[in-house]
């Protein structure tokens, strides 16, 4: 592609998504002798650190770069559904306008069954000859339960590399439990009838606060309350036959934890703005005392510590994190774009951004759990992660620095406990039809002061999930 060509891509790019472009001055017209036929796209969803992190590394890339080729971070706006749908769209153009992907992982499927994105196994050891050998070096690199996250097809080839993690953790107020007590209640049922007590003793309205807007948060919400109550909410085909979503009746797990949800809305147990509201709207409530406890990503750890401690008025509140039973993995994933005329750049973008060092520095100075093993078995001390920090131009995380090491233990324990969400090219499509069926019975709950639930509705949410999950 010449110069003329791959401006004119950059502009599409920014235009089409309505986004932010970092790392360039401006999109340049024909002619301008700027290199533009070496700019690497990098497509990513908001960056959530407050310090503009993914910037920075990108042009800590950009600096050491001596071939001409730079790197510009183009940050998609919307939900992660919406950024989906554009990354998707640029793709199906049949040149996709981005050569790097940061997909998140539940959509990494899609895009390796309509051939968007390349098998990153055998680019990785640098050749194209032992798929094995190479899936075999990033294994060594990577958590494995991470990896289960970007693998697909029937030989499970990895289509992507880790570049942040996350899963479901449970977020409470440690000056208002016993956390011995909490500690001894390994299933969801026995958590909730814990905070259900602490919530009555300390005066807080709602024991527990989640997302169950409708949008992805409630199927993922959902699915970590069928697995914590033992069920699963979707069950393997047998055979070599798709998953399917599980039988739900009176007589199985599936349709206690539903009724569990709806109880749980009826009474007040579930604060009824789960039904309303994100991941952030859980915190600012939690952090406001509206709730003893509240399901979220471990992301947000960072800023409850920073933000409970500039608001401190000497009562401050006490916050610990522990795992969530039944909780699902989450995270994002690098992809090289199908088709990239800088597929060999692009690559070496993957690998520094997915780097041991990078991966520290999305940790301790931005709250991104790291998906390389060794940043979990070699945590930095306080003084260390400051240093680091101050080096990125990021300070101020005080509260942060002195947990955050720690901090990696019950993570990791997390992530090595959780389920993969299902693995599917349609996973958007079955996300859509849970999240669209459970919304209005949940609501009808938590307004009418009873759970009972349609039998007929639920039964029509099952099968249009299921037909979802398996593209019909």
Known sequence: M????????????????????LGAAACQGPGADDGSDRIIYFATGRDVSDNNLYRRLIQEWNED?????????VELPGSADEQYAEMMRSAQTGRSEYDVLNLDNQFTAAFAEAGRIEELGPLWAGGEGDPAGAQSQME?????????????????????????????????RADLLDEEELDAREDLPGLLETLSEAAGEAGVDHPYIGQFDAYEGLTVNTMEVVGGVGGALVVPGEGNAPPRVAVIDQNNPEYG????????????????????GGEEDSYVRFLGGEAVAMRNWPTWYR???????????GEEAEYAVRALPGALLGGQSLALADGTPHRDRALELIRFLTGEDRQKTLFYCGGYMPTHSGVYTDALPPGEAEALCTQHGVSGQEEWYAEAGEFLTPVGDAIAD????????????????????LHPLF???AAGGEAPLDPAALAG????????????
């Open 2 to 21: 010449g110069t003329e060509g791959a401006a004119l891509r950059g502009c599409v790019a920014a235009v089409a998504a309505a986004a932010t472009v």
């Open 65 to 73: 770069r001596t071939d001409g080729y730079r790197a510009y971070l």
């Open 140 to 172: 060594g690199v990577f958590r494995s339960e991470l990896l289960e996250t970007v693998r697909y097809g029937p030989d499970r080839r990895i289509y992507a590399a880790p570049f942040t993690a996350d899963v479901g953790m449970l977020y409470y």
């Open 257 to 276: 934890a539903l009724e569990f949800i709806a109880d749980g809305f009826a009474d007040g147990t579930f604060h009824p703005a789960s039904l309303e």
């Open 303 to 313: 800023r409850l510590l920073i933000t409970s401690a500039e608001a401190g008025d």
């Open 418 to 437: 959780a389920r993969v969400r299902p693995v599917t090219p349609y996973y958007s499509q079955f996300s859509e039809a849970v999240y669209t069926g």
């Open 443 to 445: 609501t009808a709950a």
């Open 461 to 472: 949410t099952r099968t249009e999930a299921d037909a979802a999950l398996r593209g019909e």
